[in-house]
């Protein structure tokens, strides 16, 4: 078989190979979402009887502040919560970080300048926020600038994710921003990575209503777009790496580096080549490359 027949045979075995990317990414992607769990529970005050059905934003100093199932924010001397309820508060710390926003990058990213002076990158928990490449990606950005872009907001976290980002909760005033942007239908519910009841229940709030992105007939979620993204430059790559291997009417000898054009006798026929440009290479001496 000759060098150049083996490469035709390379090229189809590479572009086989793409065919089955989508099948293989899936596979890749299909690690089980978190289960569901509902973050509204019954909070009691020291006699036992019932003050609200909340979840615990975060603590103000010797309040509590509790976001409602119907979306308002409450704040509670802690003093008057059960022993029980008390106790759940200690064992569920959370970690708090006050600071100017300086900078929205889409609609579930923004840039804190702490009280430090150092800029923390906050990536919105529980939300997906459309690619500034889709549908209400622009006005996903614009929603949640409008919002806080110079402002002094606190951020409630438990961890950073792999990039270095705080993923966090956002809250200016008594507004939650996560849930601003999901039932504004500017963002879905990160449903691969996130299992708050809550939040899924927003996102089918703003579906049956038809808010922001929930307009369009059959919106794509970002971790998709994502994915189409990856694998249309993977495939790009793929054709970046075999173009070298199609006829260009030269060959290049990577063995000597000698370079061959198509009329010489060595043309495709070395034991190790490549086709190549004009100017690669060193020109034979027999047909002057």
């Known amino acids: ?26 596979q890749a992607q299909a690690q089980p979402d978190p289960p569901l769990v509902d973050s509204i529970r019954p909070w009691h005050d020291v006699d036992g009887k019932l003050l609200t059905k909340s979840r615990l934003a975060y603590l103000d100093g010797d309040r509590a502040a509790l976001w409602t199932e119907s979306g308002q924010m409450l704040h509670i001397p802690q003093a008057q919560f059960s022993a029980a309820d008390q106790k759940w508060i200690a064992e569920h ?3 708090i970080l006050r600071g100017k926003v300086i900078f929205v990058a889409d609609g579930d990213t923004v ?3 702490d009280a430090n002076k150092i800029q923390v990158r906050i990536r919105l928990d529980g939300i997906d926020a459309p ?22 907001v606190l951020v409630v976290y438990e961890k950073s994710d792999q990039y270095g980002r705080i993923l966090g909760n956002i809250y200016l005033a008594d507004r939650w921003l996560n849930y601003d942007q999901l039932i504004g239908g500017m963002a879905w519910h990160y449903r691969h990575f996130n299992g708050d009841a809550y939040l899924a229940q927003s996102q089918k709030r703003a579906e049956v209503e038809k808010v922001g992105l929930w307009r369009d007939v059959n919106p794509m979620p970002p971790w998709r777009y994502r994915l189409n993204e990856k694998r249309q430059n993977e495939m790009e790559e793929a054709k970046r790496t075999a173009d070298p291997m199609l006829p260009t009417g030269y060959w290049l000898n990577t063995s000597s580096g000698v370079r061959h054009n198509s009329k010489c006798e060595h043309y495709g026929k ?3 080549g490549k ?15």
Do not use: H
């Open 1 to 26: 078989m000759s060098i150049a027949t083996s490469q035709v045979y390379r090229l189809l075995i590479i572009c086989a190979l793409l065919a089955m990317l989508p099948a293989m990414q899936v």
């Open 93 to 95: 710390p959370l970690q």
């Open 111 to 113: 840039g804190l300048l």
């Open 131 to 152: 690619e500034s490449g889709q549908a209400f990606g622009t006005k996903s950005r614009q929603a949640l600038n409008d919002a806080v872009y110079g402002k002094e």
């Open 270 to 272: 070395t034991t190790r």
């Open 275 to 289: 086709y190549c440009d004009a100017d690669e290479g060193k020109p034979c001496g027999q047909c002057g490359g």
